[in-house]
């Protein structure tokens, strides 16, 4: 049971350039979400998902764009990427909204700088 | 608008000694609050809830919190600290009233603990 997988753990792109942060689970959870980290600043919620084909917008969606065509699979896009996306990205699932019953389960997360 | 403090940025404890991790809460409603631990290089690592029932509630690692409604506080404690407690800590809350706009859980900044042995 692997959890929830994030890949790449490092990446370094150029201003301007665009990538996809991929989040695969395999506990069959419908709630998904992305998470930013900055120093000091804790976790801000990108972007959220309540099942396949359900995605909404969290506190920091700008700059940001998710799909969830299945229930394992919630993929982050970044489309031109700025030196402001530079943080640590966070993807986490739950059983039930708002991880009441059993909390989440995070990734080990993927640092991306811009350049 | 839900939201989480963590007032203290570090805390120092010596390995034996008892620790508290400091967290308080704003909710229009009854708070459904959680403790993470991050370890370096690592995803957070779910430690304990508070949704309903006994104000102690008691979590992994021999890790407890208690819920106290008045001071709106959810204090993270533990009686003897170890060097391997050392990690960032994360409160969390939810307004479980909350119906669409942003779901999901709102974090505090995070305090790091650091145990000396």
């Known amino acids: 049971n692997a959890g929830v997988t994030q890949t790449p753990k490092f990446r370094i792109l150029k201003i301007g350039q665009s990538m996809t942060l991929q989040c695969t689970q395999d506990?069959?959870?419908?709630?998904m979400y992305w998470y930013r980290q900055d120093p000091g600043m804790g976790l801000k919620l990108i972007y959220y998902s309540v099942g396949a084909g359900i995605t909404d917008k969290g506190e920091v969606p700008n700059g940001y764009n998710v799909s969830r065509s299945t229930t394992e699979d919630f993929p982050l896009r970044l489309e031109l990427a700025a030196p402001s996306q530079t943080s640590v990205y966070f993807c986490a699932s739950s059983p039930f909204r708002g991880g009441e019953a059993y909390g989440y389960t995070f990734g080990s997360g993927t640092r991306l700088t811009v350049v | 608008a839900q939201s989480v403090a963590q007032p203290e940025d570090q805390v120092n404890v010596a390995e034996g000694n008892p620790l508290t991790v400091k967290c308080t809460y704003s909710?229009?409603?009854?708070?459904?609050l959680f403790w993470y631990v991050q370890y370096p290089n690592r995803g957070l690592q779910f430690l304990l809830k508070?949704?309903?029932?006994?104000?102690l509630v008691k979590g992994s690692y021999g890790f407890e919190a208690e819920f106290n409604k008045s001071q709106t506080s959810f204090h993270l404690k533990k009686p003897s600290a170890l060097v391997s407690d050392s990690a960032l800590y994360f409160c969390a809350v939810r307004d479980p009233r909350s119906g669409g706009g942003a779901d999901g859980l709102t974090f505090g900044k995070g305090t790091h603990l650091i145990i000396q042995p």
């Open positions: 909710v229009s409603g009854n708070p459904y």
């Open positions: 508070y949704i309903t029932g006994d104000n």
């Open positions: 506990m069959n959870h419908n709630y």
